[in-house]
């Protein structure tokens, strides 16, 4: 169902290109300026945001790594008991 919905999502961004007509609009160099700004103040905003959140998502990834190894040793050690 997904992938029928992509297709069509698709199909349509291809009709609607397709019938566009020229906007004949003039955009003076402060457009520019102001898109690179728009640019520029996303990246800011999003290291601050990782900034904000990275000492929960290092605490996060280190737990996940302490448990999975917990988890690897522990079935070697199970692996080994049999033998």
Do not use: C, E
């Amino acid at each position: 169902m997904v992938n029928r919905k992509r297709v069509l999502v698709a199909w349509l961004a291809v009709q609607l290109a397709g019938f566009s007509v020229a906007a004949h609009a003039y955009l003076d160099p402060g457009t520019g300026t102001i898109l690179v700004q728009s640019l520029l103040a996303g990246v800011a905003g999003a290291v601050a945001v990782v900034s904000l959140y990275w000492q929960r998502v290092k605490v996060f990834f280190t737990n996940r790594w302490k448990s999975r190894g917990a988890r690897d040793s522990a079935n070697s050690t199970d692996n080994n008991d049999g033998a």
